[in-house]
């Protein structure tokens, strides 16, 4: 059973970092496309960051400069490096992957950053 699991979250002042991470299990994780999204109070939960099997990367606009992905095949983790953050970043963040055409969520780590 696909299994992840985040860590890392925390309360920042503005312009601070975090780190989070995500711990898979119950899969070939270097075989699976990897992201994080992230669900604000009041909004949708939108996509923050994704990388493939490969380790191409992809950003939201708002990630692009401030926010690094990455992953360790050999952990079996995934990372969001997060730097510069604003208040706007307040929300609960989420690992994700698709396995044999099912979505897997972590259970989210929040973040809340103080203006």
């Known amino acids: 059973q696909v299994r992840l699991v985040e860590s890392g979250g925390g309360l920042v002042q503005a312009g601070g970092s975090l780190r989070l991470s995500c711990s898979a299990s119950g899969l070939n994780f270097k075989l699976y496309d990897m992201a994080w999204y992230r669900q604000a109070p009041g909004k949708e939960r939108e996509m923050v960051a994704g990388i493939s099997s490969g380790g191409s990367k992809d950003y939201a606009d708002f990630a692009k400069d401030r926010f690094t992905i990455s992953r360790d095949n050999v952990r079996w983790t995934v990372t969001l490096q997060m730097a510069n953050l604003k208040p706007e970043d307040t929300a609960v963040y989420y690992c994700?992957?698709?396995?044999?055409?099912?979505?897997?969520w972590g259970q989210g780590t929040r973040v809340t950053v103080s203006s």
């Open positions: 994700y992957t698709k396995s044999r055409g099912y979505d897997f």
